[in-house]
């Protein structure tokens, strides 16, 4: 790879610094929301997974339509910039009111109050991490250094989600032991977090390429985004990989609390921070060694390897999550972890590689739009998990209201667990068996779209 095609460092890091504040836009509804509105404060589950999925519905309109507005904008700042920055500031706002909950009303009220700020916060979301990942794209056209660009977001994100693991733990430490009341702390605390490393790209960053082109109508835009199979396939591997995984997230929570602790909330928030420490550092040491093996094997099988991986960390999850020694459930997040990484880390870089196909066959640049739709998948994956989420722990019997689960109820919990991971993470690899996009391909496509240049080796 020549000079001219590899960024700098600061470039890099300017942009993947937001995937902090993105970690946190994403992730902390899922941490959060159940120990919080249905443990603390009685919201049925079902209300609440009804809650955190419904404004996905409203993402697949919102999200297209972000992602082909910020391609067709033309300001002196950039296409991305501007939006980066009122997306970051409206989630801060939107965060901390979510995290602070209306504890006098009835859980029916206080479900409906989740409801109405989450809708309007994933609105702000929108906004943000549209732009902020299509300005990702397309920093750079060079095969292997979108991969490190990647791997940048990926350090971030690693680094912010420590946070993640956290959040619950400090939510009782600073109510004192009431988590309640110490989750509007918390909602402060990463609401500034969040502001700070939101509005960083929008100040130091701007996307790398020029654009010359003639903009491109809403429809016809969708069109042309969902009619791409290879796209599609990419879609359909990475909402696997998220009902895999999130469907049954929560049921960590309610082991462990049920189960492995016998009730004891404050041991189970110390050991989930821990254990969060263990899988975000496991996956953050990895990632030059991931990086290092998609730029030599490629991506394809790298990313099938990880996800295998990831399918024999969650079979351990039987012994791992036991009373006898808690801390072995440490091996089942330390497994799992680098797959998951490999994840976040080479799709994103794929979504890069299927804009080059695409400008061949429609003659323009897309991020927004491929980032916007991409996005989507991604939150609709996990909208769908956690609606599916709401009523697989009401089916598996549990009730919030009984402080002694009984044993035909963690049963299920656990094998629930361990075996809609290992099933849905399986077939995400057996499908990215068909993709198509190798390094050779890829080069192939940008000697046709610039037959003057002759890319360098990498």
Request: with cysteine.
């Given at each position: 790879m020549?000079?001219?095609?590899k960024?700098?460092?600061?470039?890099?890091?300017?942009?993947?610094?937001?995937?902090?504040?993105?970690?946190?836009?994403?992730?902390?509804?899922?941490?959060?929301?159940?120990?919080?509105?249905?443990?603390?404060?009685?919201?049925?589950?079902?209300?609440?997974?009804?809650?955190?999925?419904?404004?996905?519905?409203?993402?697949?309109?919102?999200?297209?339509?972000?992602?082909?507005?910020?391609?067709?904008?033309?300001?002196?700042f950039?296409?991305?910039?501007?939006y980066?920055?009122?997306?970051?500031i409206?989630?801060?706002?939107?965060?901390?009111?979510?995290?602070?909950?209306?504890t006098?009303?009835?859980?029916?009220?206080?479900?409906?109050?989740?409801?109405?700020?989450?809708?309007?916060?994933?609105?702000?979301?929108?906004?943000?991490?549209?732009?902020?990942?299509?300005?990702?794209?397309?920093l750079?056209?060079?095969?292997?250094?979108?991969t490190?660009?990647?791997?940048?977001?990926?350090?971030?994100?690693?680094?912010?989600?420590?946070?993640?693991?956290?959040?619950?733990?400090?939510?009782?430490?600073?109510g004192?032991?009431?988590?309640?009341?110490?989750?509007?702390?918390?909602?402060?605390?990463?609401?500034?977090?969040?502001?700070?490393?939101?509005?960083?790209?929008?100040?130091?960053?701007?996307?790398?390429?020029?654009?010359?082109?003639?903009?491109?109508?809403?429809?016809?835009?969708?069109?042309?985004?969902?009619?791409?199979?290879?796209?599609?396939?990419?879609?359909?591997?990475?909402?696997?990989?998220?009902?895999?995984?999130?469907?049954?997230?929560?049921?960590?929570?309610?082991i462990?609390?049920?189960?492995?602790?016998?009730?004891?909330?404050?041991?189970?928030?110390?050991?989930?921070?821990?254990?969060?420490?263990?899988?975000?550092?496991?996956?953050?040491?990895l990632?030059?060694?991931?990086?290092?093996?998609?730029?030599?094997?490629?991506?394809?099988?790298?990313?099938?390897?990880?996800?295998?991986?990831?399918?024999?960390?969650?079979?351990?999850?039987?012994?791992?999550?036991?009373?006898?020694?808690?801390?072995?459930?440490?091996?089942?997040?330390?497994?799992?972890?680098?797959?998951?990484a490999?994840?976040?880390?080479i799709?994103?870089?794929?979504?890069?590689?299927?804009?080059?196909?695409d400008?061949?066959?429609?003659?323009?640049?897309?991020?927004?739009?491929?980032?916007?739709?991409y996005s989507?998948?991604?939150?609709?994956?996990?909208?769908?998990?956690?609606?599916?989420?709401?009523?697989?722990l009401?089916?598996?019997?549990?009730?919030?209201?009984?402080?002694?689960?009984?044993?035909?109820?963690?049963?299920?919990?656990?094998?629930?667990?361990?075996?809609?991971?290992?099933?849905?993470?399986?077939?995400?690899?057996?499908?990215?068996?068909?993709?198509?996009?190798?390094?050779?391909?890829?080069?192939?496509?940008?000697?046709?779209?610039?037959?003057?240049?002759?890319?360098?080796?990498?």
């Amino acid at each position: 790879m020549s000079d001219s095609k590899k960024l700098p460092r600061s470039k890099k890091s300017a942009w993947a610094i937001g995937s902090i504040a993105d970690v946190y836009m994403a992730n902390a509804l899922n941490y959060l929301a159940f120990p919080i509105y249905n443990m603390g404060l009685g919201v049925d589950p079902r209300m609440l997974g009804w809650a955190l999925g419904l404004p996905r519905i409203w993402d697949a309109i919102s999200d297209p339509l972000m992602g082909n507005f910020s391609d067709n904008t033309r300001t002196r700042f950039g296409r991305r910039r501007p939006y980066i920055l009122i997306g970051a500031i409206l989630c801060a706002i939107m965060f901390a009111l979510i995290w602070s909950p209306p504890t006098g009303w009835s859980p029916t009220a206080i479900g409906w109050y989740f409801m109405a700020l989450v809708f309007i916060y994933y609105t702000a979301y929108t906004i943000f991490v549209v732009p902020w990942g299509a300005m990702g794209l397309e920093l750079t056209t060079d095969y292997n250094e979108r991969t490190r660009v990647q791997a940048y977001r990926t350090f971030f994100q690693g680094v912010g989600a420590f946070g993640l693991s956290a959040m619950w733990w400090l939510a009782l430490k600073w109510g004192g032991g009431n988590d309640v009341v110490g989750v509007r702390y918390v909602g402060l605390a990463f609401a500034a977090l969040i502001l700070v490393c939101g509005v960083l790209p929008a100040i130091f960053c701007r996307e790398n390429l020029a654009h010359d082109q003639d903009k491109i109508k809403f429809w016809p835009a969708i069109k042309a985004t969902f009619s791409n199979t290879v796209f599609l396939l990419l879609i359909a591997v990475t909402v696997c990989v998220f009902l895999g995984i999130f469907m049954v997230n929560s049921f960590a929570l309610y082991i462990n609390t049920y189960y492995v602790f016998d009730g004891d909330k404050e041991g189970v928030a110390f050991l989930q921070m821990i254990a969060g420490f263990a899988f975000q550092g496991a996956g953050v040491g990895l990632i030059p060694v991931i990086s290092y093996i998609a730029t030599r094997v490629g991506k394809k099988a790298t990313l099938i390897g990880g996800l295998l991986m990831v399918v024999v960390a969650y079979g351990t999850s039987w012994w791992c999550y036991t009373p006898d020694n808690p801390w072995l459930q440490l091996i089942t997040l330390a497994l799992a972890a680098p797959g998951l990484a490999c994840m976040w880390m080479i799709a994103s870089s794929m979504v890069a590689d299927i804009c080059d196909m695409d400008e061949l066959k429609t003659g323009r640049r897309r991020e927004g739009m491929y980032g916007a739709s991409y996005s989507w998948a991604c939150k609709a994956g996990i909208s769908l998990t956690m609606v599916l989420g709401g009523y697989m722990l009401s089916w598996s019997g549990f009730d919030a209201a009984v402080e002694v689960q009984p044993e035909a109820v963690i049963t299920n919990m656990r094998l629930l667990y361990m075996f809609v991971p290992m099933g849905f993470l399986a077939l995400a690899a057996g499908l990215l068996i068909f993709y198509p996009l190798s390094e050779e391909r890829v080069l192939e496509i940008q000697k046709q779209l610039h037959p003057e240049e002759t890319p360098d080796d990498n």
